[in-house]
């Protein structure tokens, strides 16, 4: 077994030589061999162990274990491991979070092990989860219900956690252990059927075994089809993504047109819109084919039906407060940056910037969002127009409009930032006072 993990080591995982470990060690016999393996590798490896306080003295017992057998392998083979011990108040954080015990667990664990890459300079985190786990999770995620990517088991990588021993059974592992004298400490938690993970672990499996004796290798080549057509999917994803999709500053807008034409346009969506949180798959169908203005939210974000195409958005909590921009200020921040330059001449004006005669202005001068009633004198047009109904012919959409500024001479519109400017306070060449205001990126 050592030799085939070396073997795999330098075959499939060759960015970990030489690097500093951090192995995630329970007491139990996985993390314990996983511990073995590394040492006699002469890996420069760190121990973190939790825990989770959920089994009374039996959990103490647990982190005195790994304390001990820890230092018991450093004085056997001359090595020195830190070793990190983190105590979670595991039962409460998951009443507070609205979590399972398994859940809390598992994002405290897992948070502290980023901490501790981080903090301590660790590479890689390594567990040791084995070929067994992989087809547990399988058959949860299977009996659940899932897509393609559910059913590639456990990932032997993902970002900077590593699972090398994923390519052994269990029971390879309790010979491994048992050959070399190993000890370890039984979960007794492991035993109850109270947990959906050991009913599958003690009734399912064994059956399947049993039907199959060789379902650990057909497994393994399950895995390996499912993840291959799996990078196929991901290859059609990102090249539709790239003909449908666009991305305009901080959105990203999809051309509902092109995606209709797509066999399984949903299934396209749905894996484009996964990340950010979205679960009502029809309501986002029927987006679709739904009026402009409509819209369809995720907790931080949003989705939103203008005219041909649908809008991603992040939600944000920007406060429309009033700002209000007094003669003597040159420069302002928040929520925009707008620059006040007094001038000599008149330039060439652009939606960036304006040339307004400063004699017609009220000062304190008001930067606010847009409400109903407001209007305009749009230059270069004749008449007054609604600011509505200039949205509505410059086709902005509804995030559009609501990240649009007025600035205003008491309640006069004299720009729409970066839009249009209101032709009554432009300046011209019989101008005294020149004011340049300019709205920086």
């Known amino acids: 077994m050592l030799q085939d993990l070396q073997n795999h080591i330098h075959k499939n995982l060759h960015y970990l ?43 103490n017992q647990d982190e005195f274990f790994v304390k001990s057998k820890i230092c018991h392998t450093e004085r056997s083979r001359g090595a020195k491991h830190k070793i990190f011990i983190r105590k979670f108040e595991t039962q409460k954080y998951a009443e507070e979070n609205k979590l399972s015990i398994q859940q809390a667990a598992r994002e405290l664990r897992y948070n502290w092990f980023h901490e501790l890459l981080e903090k301590e300079g660790f590479d890689y985190l390594i567990t040791a989860h084995h070929l067994d786990d992989s087809l547990e999770t399988f058959l949860i995620n299977f009996t659940r219900g899932t897509g393609i990517e559910g059913l590639t088991g456990i990932p032997e990588v993902n970002n900077k956690i590593v699972r090398p021993l994923l390519i052994f059974s269990r029971s390879a592992i309790e010979n491994y252990a048992k050959d070399n004298s190993i000890e370890w400490r039984e979960d007794s938690s492991n035993a109850s059927d109270k947990y959906f993970r050991n009913k599958i672990r003690h009734h399912v499996v064994p059956v399947l075994k049993e039907l199959n004796n060789s379902l650990l290798d057909s497994f393994q080549n399950t895995i390996k089809n499912l993840s291959e057509t799996n990078s196929l999917a991901k290859d059609a994803l990102v090249f539709q993504f790239e003909r449908i999709a666009s991305q305009k500053n901080e959105e990203i807008h999809f051309d509902t047109e092109k995606l209709k034409q797509l066999p399984n346009c949903g299934t396209y969506l749905y894996e484009w819109l996964k990340p950010y949180g979205f679960f009502d798959w029809t309501a986002i169908n029927d987006l679709m084919d739904n009026q402009s203005g409509k819209q369809v939210f995720s907790e931080n974000y949003r989705l939103l ?61 008001v930067l606010r969002k847009w409400k109903e009633g407001d209007y305009f004198y749009p230059s270069g047009m004749n008449g007054r127009k609604k600011v509505s109904k200039y949205f509505k012919d410059e086709k902005f959409s509804l995030i559009d409009k609501e990240k649009t500024w007025l600035l205003c001479s008491e309640n006069e519109v004299v720009w729409i930032v970066n839009h249009r400017a209101d032709k009554r306070y432009i300046a011209t060449n019989n101008t005294i006072k020149i004011l340049n205001i300019t709205q920086k990126k």
């Open 305 to 365: 039906k203008d005219r041909n195409r649908l809008i991603l958005s992040k939600i944000t909590n920007e406060n429309p407060e009033i700002i209000l921009i007094n003669e003597e200020d040159n420069f302002i921040d928040k929520p925009i940056k707008l620059l006040f330059c007094n001038q000599s001449h008149i330039s060439e004006p652009s939606k960036s910037s304006i040339f307004v005669d400063k004699e017609k202005l009220k000062f304190p001068l």
């Open 17 to 59: 030589i030489g690097k500093k470990l951090l192995l995630a060690v329970s007491g139990g016999i996985d993390s314990m061999v996983l511990v073995d393996l590394f040492s006699k590798l002469d890996f420069e490896i760190g121990i973190a162990h939790c825990n989770f306080q959920l089994r009374g003295e039996e959990s």
